[in-house]
């Protein structure tokens, strides 16, 4: 992609985040997705599953030089990355965002937040030992130049956590197909196909990963079968449990996945 136009969907995006400016077919798919999936993940505990996972990836972290990459305004995880690292930079393309980090950080040694492009090459950092990415990998259209710039920013044996939607099951992808030429962030959500997972296999060690959302998300449909509340979320316990093991071990499964976590080592030298 041409600077130019990268520079002017970064802008985009910005005003996307910054003002919420959706479109209705976009609002509505942000209600399925942001709402009614997420209340299916706090019931069951996956979200708290995929923090606890994300933490336990992360290691000792007091000698550890981290990025936050397209933070925003820091998630759950963000402000514990910033008070155990040895030190912490967020970067996200939202002045808003990054302002509203920067308060949080204000007393945190070591820790800070800068608007960027990680593309850019006014972002020349390096060294990372670990970069965090949760929701943004599949922000990046062209995955073959974010993977070598992941690979420049990571110091040898150096680890990335990510979190990033599949559209690899086959409802999703046809209501994504239908969906997409309405779709106000078209222009970068680019959900991972089977093709940018092998990428990210072929260039990374993938050390670890967990897939949630294959049967599970199916657990809504639940409210329609005649059995009590107890019995109804044990079975939607069930299924997540189903997807946490079978992903780890089975692609076939993991592309049945709605979102997928992966712990990945740089094998660069």
């Not at 402000?79 to 912490?88: M, P, R, V, W």
């Not at 002045?95 to 800070?112: D, P, Q, S, T, Y």
Request: aromatic content about 12%; glycine content about 6%.
């Amino acid at each position: 992609m041409k600077p130019e136009e990268r520079i002017a969907i970064n802008k985009r995006q910005e005003e996307f985040y910054n003002r919420k400016n959706k479109n209705l077919p976009t609002r509505i798919w942000s209600y399925f997705r942001n709402g009614l999936l997420n209340r299916i993940k706090k019931g069951i505990g996956i979200e708290k599953d995929i923090y606890e996972l994300h933490k336990s990836w992360f290691g000792d972290l007091s000698d550890k030089k981290v990025l936050d990459l397209g933070c925003y305004m820091g998630n759950s995880l963000s402000i514990y990355l910033a008070e155990n690292s040895k030190s912490y930079l967020g970067i996200d393309l939202s002045g808003k965002g990054i302002a509203h980090l920067n308060r949080r950080l204000e007393k945190v040694k070591g820790a800070r937040a800068e608007v960027m492009d990680f593309l850019s090459d006014d972002f020349t950092e390096k060294d990372f030992d670990l970069i965090y990415a949760y929701g943004v990998l599949h922000h990046f259209k062209d995955v073959d130049e974010l993977i070598i710039r992941l690979q420049e920013k990571l110091r040898p044996g150096g680890i990335i956590v990510s979190h990033d939607p599949l559209q690899t099951s086959t409802p999703l992808r046809i209501l994504r197909t239908v969906y997409r030429p309405f779709q106000s962030d078209k222009d970068w959500e680019w959900p991972f196909s089977r093709k940018t997972y092998y990428k990210f296999e072929k260039a990374f060690e993938i050390q670890e990963r967990r897939g949630v959302l294959a049967k599970t998300k199916y657990a809504a449909l639940l409210g329609l079968v005649p059995i009590t509340e107890e019995k109804k979320l044990s079975k939607a316990k069930a299924w997540h449990q189903m997807d946490w093991e079978q992903s780890a071990i089975s692609d076939s499964y993991m592309f049945k996945c709605m979102h997928l976590s992966m712990l990945m080592r740089n094998k660069t030298t």
